[in-house]
C-alpha cells in the first residue's frame, strides 16, 4: 500500500520551486494561485532568500502550493491511487486537497488564512521552539511539562520538539532531559501547536465556516491522534483545532503500519518524512520529490505498490 504524504513548515528552501516551474503550464498555474490570494508564490518559489520564506504567512501557502504542484505533476505521468495520506502540520491541507476534502483554490485560501493568523498570534508573546534529539520519549515529555512546554511534534524517530516562551526555552537549553543528545533551535515565529495559537483557531474556524470540504476519497491520517477520518467535516474541524494542538505524527506512523504500508512518498519539498519513515518503518520503500528528476522513480513506485 502506498502513503502519499506532504511536509510541514520548515521544509522549504530558497529556490525549490525554481525548476518545477519549468513544467508545462505549472508557471501559469502558481501565477494564478498567486493572484487569487493575494501572495507571489512565484517569486518566493524561485527569488526570495531564506529570511523571507520563513515567515509564517510565505511558508504555509508555499509548501501547500509546491505540494499540490508536485502531486500534479505525479499524477500527469502514473495514477497515483494511495491507500492513505497525510500531512504534518500545514501538510494536513495538502493532505486534504489530495483526498478531495477542498478542492485546491479552498485549500490555498484556507492557508493563507491559516499563516497569516498564526503570525498574528506569535507576535502576541516571544516564543519559539527547539528539537530534542535522542532520550525516552515518557521521560522527556514530562521533563518539558515540568518546564512550562509543550511537546508540540511528537514526531517519532527520537525526534519530539519542544514550544514555549523564550525563557522557558532557555531553561530547556539549561536543563535538558535524560538521555537527550542535542537541543537545536528552530528558526520559526513562534510557539505553533501550543495554546499561545489560541487567537489563530477563532480565526481559522470562521474561514472554515465558508467551505463546503468533500468527504475523503481515500483514507485520511489525523495529526491530532493518528485516526483515520471518514467525512470532510470531521477533516475541516480538525484542522482548525489542530494548530494549537500537539503533532503526533508518531501515532500517523503507527496508522501506517496498521493500515499495511509498503511505500511512502513524500511530496516537494521532500526530505523530512522520509528521514523519519526510514527510521520508524523498517522495510517501508520511501521518496522524497524534491525536484521534477525524481518524478520518473516516484513512477516506479507507484506502479509497485499503488
Not at 501565477?31 to 523571507?52: M, P
Not at 515567515?55 to 499524477?75: E, W
Request: net charge negative.
Amino acid at each position: 500500500m502506498l502513503v502519499l504524504v506532504a511536509p510541514g513548515q520548515g521544509a522549504q528552501t530558497p529556490g525549490f520551486l525554481t525548476e518545477w516551474l519549468d513544467l508545462p503550464g505549472a508557471a501559469d498555474r502558481v501565477a494564478a494561485w498567486s493572484e487569487a490570494i493575494g501572495l507571489d508564490l512565484v517569486h518566493y518559489g524561485t527569488e526570495a532568500d531564506a529570511d523571507a520564506i520563513r515567515d509564517t504567512a510565505v511558508a504555509q501557502p508555499l509548501l501547500v502550493a509546491a505540494g499540490l504542484l508536485s502531486a500534479s505533476a505525479l499524477g500527469e505521468t502514473a495514477d497515483i491511487a494511495p491507500g492513505a495520506v497525510a500531512g504534518h502540520s500545514v501538510g494536513e491541507i495538502t493532505a486534504a486537497a489530495f483526498a478531495g476534502v477542498l478542492d485546491d483554490s479552498a485549500a490555498l485560501s484556507l492557508v493563507r488564512k491559516r499563516g497569516l493568523a498564526m503570525a498574528d498570534a506569535a507576535a502576541i508573546t516571544e516564543t519559539g521552539m527547539a528539537a530534542l534529539l535522542g532520550g525516552d520519549p515518557d521521560v522527556t515529555v514530562a521533563h518539558l511539562e515540568k518546564l512550562g512546554l509543550t511537546p508540540a511534534n511528537i514526531n517519532g524517530a527520537g525526534q519530539i520538539v519542544a514550544a514555549g516562551t523564550k525563557e522557558q526555552l532557555a531553561a530547556l537549553e539549561a536543563d535538558k532531559p535524560e538521555g537527550v543528545r542535542r537541543v537545536v533551535p528552530l528558526k520559526v515565529a513562534g510557539a505553533f501547536h501550543t495554546h499561545h495559537m489560541g487567537p489563530a483557531v477563532d480565526t481559522l474556524a470562521k474561514a472554515a465556516e465558508g467551505l463546503a470540504p468533500g468527504d475523503p476519497k481515500v483514507t485520511y491520517v489525523s495529526n491530532k491522534d493518528g485516526a483515520t477520518v471518514a467525512t470532510g467535516a470531521e477533516v475541516l474541524q480538525r484542522l482548525v483545532g489542530q494548530v494549537a494542538n500537539p503533532v503526533r505524527w508518531d501515532l500517523c506512523m503507527e496508522t501506517f503500519k496498521e493500515l499495511g504500508v509498503t511505500a511512502l512518498i513524500e511530496v516537494c519539498p521532500g526530505g523530512t518524512l522520509t528521514g523519519l519513515a526510514k527510521r520508524s518503518l523498517p522495510g517501508v520503500k520511501t521518496l522524497a520529490l524534491k525536484t521534477p528528476a525524481d518524478l520518473d522513480a516516484a513512477r516506479e513506485l507507484v506502479a509497485e505498490h499503488a
